[in-house]
């Protein structure tokens, strides 16, 4: 049966259209073979947080909690301060050209609460932490530590992906609840105290623009963004080829598809949270039991 279908394969494989098509096919195959292959290890790792000893013992999810969270705060607070300053830079010519400098900051902080602060953070942690996971993960694998756990009756989905995972996923909201802290003091910084805007006015239109679902969109965002990047990050570093070349794809491959993800959910997201607010908060019922 085998030699019959390889016999047919070569047929085709003359024919130049028909070659091409075949090649598509059997690209679109693999990617769903490796989709499935992602889809199963997310489920390893979903089920194996229902096991908290593997995962605790020995101050696992501790150290990754410091590595993930304590450790990237320096980067966070200069990135959200250095993108508040821009926005007040870029922003303050042409709202001062209409008269409007005042609203400035509740425009400057209103992105950063939504858009700019949650999107920014996640990709500054998926190229400094995403990367490193995938690069421990993946030399574990070449040098075989993986194969070893598992003669151990070892799990290593419970026992590195699920803290790495966890802390991703715990860890990121906090920090970027604080890079949006730092844009917002360097966003008031450069209107009021470079330009002079009324600071009175800059505080009134935050408060105005930004409200409490407006925070609460880009926390939810994070949360995904997270989990997105811990899954991803470990899978391709489960799944590197051999070799120093292997472990170097693997990382780059990592960041790139975690930015294309951040992207991704910060697109469905937008979509859905918007309409959320426009068609369910805003009615007027719901805010009036939320008492907004």
């Known amino acids: 049966m085998s030699e019959h279908v390889e016999r047919q394969r070569s047929i085709l494989s003359r024919l130049p259209i028909t070659a091409q098509a075949v090649e598509a096919g059997e690209s679109v195959l693999l990617t769903l073979r490796a989709f499935g292959v992602f889809v199963r290890f997310c489920g390893a790792a979903v089920l194996g947080l229902g096991h908290p000893r593997e995962w605790v013992r020995n101050g696992r999810l501790a150290k990754q909690l410091f590595f993930v969270g304590t450790t990237s705060v320096p980067v966070l607070a200069l990135t959200g301060a250095f993108i508040g300053m821009i926005l007040g830079f870029e922003g303050f010519p042409q709202f001062q050209s209409i008269g409007q400098e005042g609203r400035l900051g509740g425009v400057i902080n209103l992105s950063l609460a939504k858009q700019l602060g949650p999107v920014l953070a996640a990709v500054m942690l998926a190229g400094r932490v995403g990367c490193a996971l ?15 756990m598992r003669a151990m009756a070892a799990d290593p989905v419970r026992v590195l992906v699920c803290p790495r995972v966890l802390a991703c996923v715990l860890m990121i909201p906090m920090l970027t609840v604080f890079s949006n802290l730092m844009g917002v003091i360097g966003g008031w910084l450069v209107v009021t105290q470079v330009y002079g805007t009324d600071d009175a006015l800059y505080w009134k239109y935050t408060e105005m623009f930004v409200d409490w679902f407006s925070v609460t969109n ?9 989990l997105a990047i811990g899954l991803i990050s470990c899978y391709k570093g489960f799944h590197c080829r051999p070799g120093a070349e292997g472990v170097g794809r ?18 469905v997201l937008a979509k859905f949270l918007n309409d959320f607010d426009r068609m369910i908060l805003k009615d007027g019922h719901l805010r009036s039991l939320l008492g907004a």
């Open 134 to 148: 995938t690069a421990e993960l993946g030399t574990m694998r070449v040098t075989e530590q993986l194969d070893a």
């Open 218 to 226: 880009g926390l939810l965002k994070s949360l995904a963004f997270g």
């Open 250 to 267: 693997a990382t780059t491959s990592s960041f790139v598809t975690s930015f294309l993800a951040i992207i991704f959910l910060n697109l």
